[in-house]
Each structure stands twice: as structure tokens, then as C-alpha cells.
């Protein structure tokens, strides 16, 4: 599975859009693009999945450039609520592949009023 | 309510015991999984399950052991073997083939 590459930490102030951007320099033909939302003490919560170009749903957006090495997930108007670590992740996930999943360190987000 | 259930949510055990931590889904999933934490860090594949009776050894599986004997039920038994056995412990299913993952709330193991 491809290895992705995120910022350790981003702040943000309540009302601003975050954009968190993830390298995944080595993603193969068959990979799809997830990001998951934790909070502190909490399982991950899927957020948005994408292949390629641009998909919104109603919590986020995730920009994907033709060549695929890197994705930009974007968060609308954030509020304190969305204050967790946000990770990326890159898999072929439809192929008969194991479904796993594999978390980096991920990007905390930390939402100021 | 469909869910993927997860008990105790704090577990405490002295060292050379065994312990098994439960995870129960009623999402009619295919696939299970269980994934370790260590603090600040990302999740960490111990072993999946694709259908019942058969699984697969994840990233660090050693000291650890599962059975997948229903559909809705992957238990997890973190043996004496396990060197650093502290951690938070989460459980997730999915569909089979599926990119979305559903957590439980998780436990939180203790070992002194």
C-alpha cells in the first residue's frame, strides 16, 4: 500500500475553511484516496473517499490533481467540534485486497474560537 | 440501532495474564478488524477477518490471538506474550471489499 505524507498539526480559527493536504507519492493505478476523522478516545469516522478530479459530500470536499501523488482534503467553515486528528489513507480497497487499512501519524487539527 | 459494539471500555490486568476484549457487530458485515493505538499515534493492524472461521494475521499480530466462530462477533485475546500489551484497542467491519471502515468506541487496556 502506498505511503502517505501529511502535516503533524494545523490550526485553524472557528469560520475558516482548512485545507489538509496528504503525498502519497507512490499510489498505484487500483488505489483509492480515504480520509477518516478521530476524536480523542474515539474509533475513526469515515469522511469522504475519491478516486480521481474533485468529490463533496456534506460534511467535506477532496480535491485530487490529475497525476494522483497528492490530495487535499477541505474543510467548509470548521467550528471547535472539528477540532481531531484527521488521517489519510491510500489503498486498493475493491480488488480482492485485504482491506486494510493503513493509519499514519495523521494531522491534528486544532480549531481556536 | 446497527452498530459495532465494544466491551469493557476500561480493562485492567497484572502482567501474565491473558485477556479477551469483545467486539460485536449487528451490520450483517463481512469483514472485521483490530486495530491497536499507542498514544499520539496512528491505528495498527493486529488481524482481519474476511468471512467466518478463517483470518488473517495484520501488521503485529504477535502475542495476540482472534477467532471468528459468527459473522457478528471477533474476539480479541491479548496473551502473556505481548510485550507492551497497553493500548488502546479498536475494533471496526466493513462490507466485504468495501474502502468504508466502522469503528467501535474502543477499550482501553491496562497492564501492570
Known amino acids: 500500500l502506498a505511503k502517505t505524507t501529511q502535516p503533524i498539526s494545523m490550526d485553524s480559527y472557528e469560520g475558516q475553511e482548512v485545507n489538509i493536504t496528504c503525498s502519497h507519492n507512490?499510489?498505484?493505478?487500483?488505489?483509492?484516496i480515504t480520509w477518516y476523522q478521530q476524536f480523542p478516545s474515539q474509533g475513526p469516522r469515515f469522511i469522504i473517499q475519491g478516486y480521481k478530479t474533485k468529490v463533496t459530500n456534506e460534511v467535506a470536499s477532496l480535491f485530487i490533481p490529475a497525476d494522483r501523488k497528492s490530495s487535499t482534503l477541505s474543510l467548509p467553515r470548521v467550528s471547535l467540534s472539528d477540532t481531531a486528528v484527521y488521517y489519510c489513507l491510500v489503498g486498493d480497497f475493491f480488488s480482492g485486497n485485504t482491506g486494510k487499512l493503513i493509519f499514519g501519524q495523521g494531522t491534528t487539527l486544532q480549531v481556536k474560537p | 440501532d446497527g452498530g459495532i459494539t465494544q466491551s469493557p471500555k476500561y480493562l485492567f490486568r497484572k502482567e501474565g495474564q491473558n485477556v479477551t476484549l469483545s467486539c460485536e457487530q449487528n451490520?450483517?458485515?463481512?469483514?472485521m478488524y483490530w486495530y491497536r493505538q499507542d498514544p499520539g499515534q496512528g491505528l495498527r493492524l493486529i488481524y482481519y477477518?474476511?468471512?467466518?472461521?478463517?483470518?488473517q494475521k495484520g501488521d503485529i499480530a504477535e502475542g495476540y490471538s482472534v477467532s471468528r466462530e459468527k459473522k457478528e462477533s471477533f474476539p480479541l485475546t491479548v496473551t502473556s506474550a505481548q510485550k507492551n500489551p497497553t493500548a488502546f484497542y479498536l475494533c471496526?467491519?466493513?462490507?466485504?471489499?468495501?474502502?468504508?471502515?466502522?469503528f467501535g468506541p474502543g477499550t482501553r487496556l491496562t497492564v501492570t
Open positions: 471496526a467491519s466493513s462490507p466485504a471489499g468495501s474502502y468504508e471502515q466502522y
Open positions: 451490520l450483517n458485515h463481512d469483514a
Open positions: 477477518s474476511q468471512i467466518v472461521n478463517d483470518f
Open positions: 507512490n499510489i498505484a493505478t487500483n488505489d483509492y
